[in-house]
C-alpha cells in the first residue's frame, strides 16, 4: 500500500484499557506526526519525530505514549485514557532539510505533510 | 508560541461563485503557509501552499495570498463546484529548533456549495 496507512481504523476502549495505534509510512520521509482532531480543536499537533528522534512534545498528558522504532513506523500507547480523549487521532509524515549549519530545519521542496486515514478512537 | 486564527468558521455560497478564507498568524518566524481540504470522513489533503518569498500563487481555481507584513494569508476559490464542498484548514510552519517543522493549524472553515 501507498502513502501512510493507519491501523487499526476504529478503537473503542475502557478508561482501564491499554491500546496502541499504528502508523506507517511508504513515502520515504523522515519526519512523523501525531494529530488529534476533535470538535473543539480541530488538529491539534501532539508529537513530532525527526530522524526518528521526538523534537516536540506539545504538552500532551503522560497517558499517551509514542514511539517511533524507525523512519516508516509511529507508534501511540494509550493507557487510563479519558471520555474526552475520544477524538479521530491522526498520524502524518513529510521530509525535511536539516540545516547543520544553522541548526534549525531548512525548509526544503517536500515540506508536505501526507496525513493517513486516521483512527476514531471512543473511549467508555 | 504561534497562533492561527481562521474565519470564518462557516461559508455557503452559490455553485459558480468565489469563496475567500482568511487566516491571520502570530509568529514572525513563520515562513510556510498550506492550505488543506477535508472532504467528509475522509482525511485532510494539501491544495495549495505558499512560502514566504512569496505573495501570491495560483493553481487553476485556486489561489493564495500572502501579506507577510500584516501576517495574514487568504484562500480564494473562484468559479466554485459542488465538489469543493468540505472543510478548509490553514496552517502556518515555524522552524523547530531540533529538527522537524511544526504546523499550526487554524480551526478550519466548512465550506458548502450550494447548486
Known amino acids: 500500500e501507498t502513502g501512510v496507512t493507519q491501523t487499526p481504523r476504529h478503537l473503542v476502549m475502557g478508561m482501564t484499557n491499554k491500546k496502541s495505534l499504528k502508523c506507517e509510512q511508504h513515502l520515504g520521509h523522515n519526519a512523523m506526526y501525531w494529530y488529534k482532531q476533535s470538535a473543539k480543536k480541530p488538529l491539534e499537533l501532539m508529537f513530532v519525530?525527526?530522524?526518528?528522534?521526538?523534537?516536540e512534545n506539545n504538552s500532551v498528558p503522560s497517558r499517551f505514549s509514542p514511539e517511533c522504532p524507525n523512519s516508516s513506523h509511529l507508534f501511540l500507547h494509550l493507557h487510563t485514557l479519558q471520555p474526552e480523549d475520544s477524538a479521530l487521532y491522526l498520524c502524518?509524515?513529510?521530509?525535511?532539510?536539516?540545516?547543520?549549519?544553522?541548526?534549525?530545519?531548512?525548509?526544503?521542496?517536500?515540506?508536505?505533510?501526507?496525513f493517513g486515514p486516521g483512527t476514531r478512537l471512543t473511549v467508555l | 508560541g504561534e497562533n492561527v486564527e481562521q474565519h470564518p468558521s462557516t461559508l455557503s455560497v452559490q455553485e459558480g461563485d468565489s469563496a475567500v478564507i482568511k487566516c491571520t498568524y502570530s509568529?514572525?518566524?513563520?515562513?510556510?503557509f498550506p492550505w488543506y481540504k477535508q472532504e467528509l470522513g475522509k482525511r485532510p489533503q494539501l491544495i495549495i501552499d505558499?512560502?514566504?518569498?512569496?505573495g501570491e500563487k495560483k493553481d487553476q481555481r485556486i489561489a493564495v495570498t500572502l501579506n507577510k507584513t500584516a501576517k495574514h494569508f487568504s484562500l480564494h476559490i473562484t468559479e466554485t463546484q459542488p465538489e469543493d464542498s468540505a472543510v478548509y484548514f490553514c496552517a502556518a510552519s515555524i522552524p523547530g529548533e531540533q529538527g522537524a517543522q511544526k504546523l499550526v493549524f487554524g480551526q478550519g472553515t466548512r465550506l458548502t456549495i450550494n447548486p
Open positions: 509568529d514572525s518566524a513563520s515562513n510556510y
Open positions: 519525530y525527526n530522524f526518528k528522534e521526538q523534537t
Open positions: 502524518a509524515s513529510s521530509q525535511e532539510y536539516f540545516s547543520y549549519e544553522s541548526g534549525l530545519a531548512s525548509p526544503g521542496p517536500y515540506n508536505e505533510q501526507f
Open positions: 505558499i512560502r514566504s518569498n512569496v
